[in-house]
């Protein structure tokens, strides 16, 4: 996959680090095919958990009292398989690459390089975007 390159959108408001071959051994990969590889692998997966709790219910296995429960088991159902290494080679495997399961990290560390400060002085953290609807 070494023909991808990081790619910036035009309405992009943050501006991204080109990183190259020659200042980093490991190459940065931000790009639309990876981004729907990653897309299309995450909603075949949600439809399966979806299809398997249909039939737990269905068939009398699960239970179910509201459409809360429903998305909380859901939910609960994703998170766990994301937890597992066969989970994330899923998703490694739909994006091209061949891990052996004993080499996933199930726990890998944010890596964030320092911010400098705003106009304020303080410095902006991360923080996990959760999308509206």
Do not use: C
Not at 80 to 100: I, K, R
């Amino acid at each position: 996959m070494s023909d991808l390159t990081l790619l910036t959108t035009e309405n992009q408001t943050a501006s991204l680090a080109v990183v190259t071959a020659e200042s980093n051994p490991f190459r940065l990969v931000v790009d639309p095919k990876m981004r729907t590889l990653l897309r299309e692998s995450l909603l075949r997966m949600i439809d399966h958990h979806d299809e398997r709790l249909a039939d737990f219910f269905a068939s009398g296995q699960l239970a179910l009292d509201s459409y809360k429960e429903y998305i909380e088991l859901f939910a609960r159902s994703l998170r766990e398989t994301m937890e597992t290494p066969q989970g994330v080679a899923y998703l490694l495997d739909a994006a091209g690459f061949d891990v052996p399961i004993e080499e996933i990290n199930l726990n890998p560390e944010w890596r964030w390089k320092e911010i400098p400060a705003t106009e304020t002085g303080v410095a902006s953290e991360p923080e996990v975007v959760i999308p509206q609807v």
